[in-house]
């Protein structure tokens, strides 16, 4: 074996403990060096600065609101008559044959007392001979005067009552339904029912 052989085996073996030369390193490498740290034995490794920790401030507790002395619950008004209303309403209530306007469902309808109505759909929850308090209205009046309402009337100045009589129910009818293009047809059948008041007692009452 020749001695370039025997020194690259050599070499293999033992692990490299320097650098190579500098002009065999590249561009990048060529500015590091190595540098050795020595440490002062004289000085214990707990004297070394370490960083000094603030302890966590505890968070404040927000001040309790201050206590309010519980108040006393205001009244609740009720819209004041106005004073036409106050001077013209004694007139209107001497005057015989009273009308007034009632909204039923939204709907309104001008009656006088002994009148009987026949609402468009039926009523649900009564039976015959119950008595229903009618308190909106937006029409009240005579044949002088008439009280209007913004939108309805103060239900403190009338007193309107309604009986149930029954409900009634109109004839069968039957409605033929077709499509285009279709020889098919549908025959539907209908027949509502409907409630019926009757107007028992319109009296008019003092403003307050």
Avoid: W
């Avoid at 540098?35 to 490794?45: F, G």
């Avoid at 707990?46 to 000094?52: D, H, M, N, V, Y």
């Avoid at 209107?92 to 026949?118: C, F, K, N, S, W």
Wanted: net charge positive; with cysteine; hydrophobic share 35%.
């Amino acid at each position: 074996m020749s001695r370039s052989l025997l020194r690259s085996v050599l070499e293999l073996r033992t692990p490299i403990t320097r650098l190579p030369p500098t002009f065999l390193l590249p561009i990048r490498a060529r500015g590091l060096t190595t540098t050795t740290h020595n440490i002062d034995p004289a000085i214990p490794p707990s004297a070394t600065p370490t960083r000094t920790t603030v302890p966590p401030i505890a968070p404040s507790k927000p001040s309790p609101p201050p206590s309010n002395p519980p108040s006393s619950p205001s009244p609740v008004s009720t819209p004041a008559t106005s004073a036409s209303v106050a001077e013209l309403f004694p007139l209107l209530r001497a005057q015989p044959a009273h009308y007034i306007t009632v909204h039923i469902h939204g709907r309104p309808y001008l009656v006088t007392e002994g009148d009987r109505v026949r609402l468009p759909f039926l009523m649900h929850d009564v039976v015959p001979g119950d008595v229903l308090r009618l308190d909106r209205a937006s029409t009240l009046g005579s044949r002088d005067y008439t009280l209007l309402g913004q939108p309805f009337i103060d239900s403190g100045l009338f007193e309107c009552r309604a009986t149930v009589l029954g409900v009634e129910s109109e004839p069968l009818r039957v409605k033929i339904k077709t499509k285009r293009r279709n020889r098919r047809n549908r025959h539907v059948a209908s027949k509502h029912r409907y409630t019926i008041l009757r107007i028992s007692e319109l009296k008019l009452l003092g403003p307050s």
